[in-house]
Structure formats: structure tokens, C-alpha cells
């Protein structure tokens, strides 16, 4: 079942998006060469008990970390580790908060260091991707249309959208209907309405679009060892058109 945000509830849900955006942008900026995953973890941690709010993430269905960060062909779900991230490498933080009883998502893929030129266009693409599917998520168009306009931008570019992960709704749950494939057709799926509020979240991988978990229940990763990139924005569905909740205005 979809659930419809009041204005108060759009305006909790506005102020937790804007602490992940934030945090989010503290940490890109402790990305270099040298720098553990673990190590952002735990700043990450001190930066929401600074900000009094809970990491989404930390405890939720037993992931041990407040942080998810999936390195080079690590697609989503990567856990904070002791090895130190070196030039050449991309980074995916993938982060939420828990503000008053409501949630905030957000994830950004970064270079570390000097990258090579594809993997900067692997970048460009997935986010390109993210914002094309954002100019869709309006009233009286389909869930389809914004699936659509990630697999059209990155399928366009030689790359392929990762089938087995999808974005989903998000309010007083992390993770709430609907989902949304970063693939379908246009003019299918349900109607969007104001109100809706929805975490568009495009994995796009150099390679092919198949993935698997890895032993520790959590990293997935490209079959094929390739590079993936994620890049994710919690957006509400407005009477004047999509609202960019976890972006600093």
C-alpha cells in the first residue's frame, strides 16, 4: 500500500533528507587515497550523535554499520572495513537517518583520487540517470516513466541497470511501497500522486547487469568484476512537481 505524506509529515521528512544530504557532503569530503571505509563509518557516527539523530541503517535487519560503502564492483550494501581506499577506486555511500520517527535516504558515488575515464563516465551516466528519472516523478504520470528514463539513459550509454535491487517508497518506514525498477516501460504502473514521497535509487554497472551476495549476507557484487555505481535522492511528488528532499538547497 502506497502512503500519502500530509504536508507536516513532507516537512519532517524535508528536514531528516536535508541532515542525510549534509552528512553525505562532510563525508565526500574525507574521501582520499589512504582513508579505511571504517574509518568514515565512525565519523559518520559522529556526525549523526552531533546532528541527535539515529543511523537508518545501523542495526536494521541486524547490518551492523551505520554507513554502506561498496567499493569499485561492490554494487550496494558494501560494510565498512580496515582496508585503506586507494587512487583509482570508486566509492558508494549509501546513508539514512532517522529523524523524529521519520527517514531519511541518500547515496552518492565518488572517485578516489585520479580515476580512469570511464569510470567518470560511469559517474556522469548513473547520475544523469537519477535526474532523468527525478523530471518524471510527477502528478498523473506512471511509476513506469521514471523506471524508463534511468534504463533509457544508461542502456544508451553502454552500460546496464542492475534488475535485482530496487528504489521504494520512504516516510515512517525506510522502506515502504512502491518499488521502483531502474527499468520498465512508459505509461505503466501505478499512477503517481502529490504526496508521494520516493527513494529513485539507479545501480548501474560497466558490464553486464547480474549480480550476487556475497558470504557475509550483505556485499553485493558485479558478476563479472566490473565497475558499479549508485546514486540515490529521496524526492516528494508535489502539486508543482518533484521535490529534491536530500539535496542541500
Known amino acids: ?62 547490518y551492523p554499520f551505520a554507513l554502506c560503502t561498496s567499493v569499485n564492483g561492490e554494487v550496494v550494501h558494501g560494510m565498512p572495513s580496515e582496508r585503506p581506499l586507494v587512487a583509482g577506486d570508486i566509492l558508494s555511500l549509501d546513508f539514512g537517518v532517522n529523524y523524529k520517527g521519520f527517514y531519511g535516504d541518500a547515496a552518492i558515488t565518488v572517485p578516489v583520487g585520479v580515476v580512469s575515464a570511464e569510470a567518470m563516465r560511469l559517474l556522469a551516466v548513473t547520475e544523469a540517470g537519477l535526474y532523468d528519472a527525478i523530471l518524471q516523478a510527477r502528478a498523473g504520470n506512471r511509476l513506469g516513466d521514471v523506471s524508463a ?78 565497475l558499479s555505481a549508485h546514486f540515490e535522492h529521496s524526492v516528494a511528488i508535489t502539486e508543482n512537481g518533484p521535490e529534491i528532499l536530500s539535496r542541500i538547497q
Open 149 to 226: 528514463a534511468v534504463q533509457e539513459r544508461v542502456e544508451a550509454a553502454g552500460f546496464s541497470v542492475v534488475r535485482d535491487f530496487v528504489g521504494h517508497g520512504i516516510g515512517r518506514s525506510l522502506h515502504e511501497d512502491p518499488q521502483i525498477p531502474n527499468y520498465g516501460v512508459r505509461g505503466r504502473g501505478i499512477e503517481l500522486k502529490p504526496g508521494m514521497v520516493l527513494a529513485i535509487e539507479p545501480m548501474v554497472n560497466e558490464g553486464s547487469y547480474e549480480v550476487r551476495v556475497l558470504p557475509d549476507g550483505w556485499t553485493v557484487v558485479t558478476r563479472d568484476g566490473k
Open 1 to 62: 500500500m502506497v502512503i500519502l505524506k500530509l504536508p507536516d509529515e513532507i516537512e519532517k521528512l524535508r528536514i531528516s533528507n536535508l541532515i542525510v544530504a549534509q552528512i553525505l557532503s562532510e563525508l565526500r569530503e574525507r574521501v582520499k587515497p589512504g582513508v579505511t571505509t571504517g574509518e568514515l563509518d565512525g565519523y559518520c557516527e559522529e556526525l549523526c550523535r552531533n546532528k541527535r539523530v539515529k543511523p537508518a541503517f545501523k542495526g536494521y535487519r541486524g
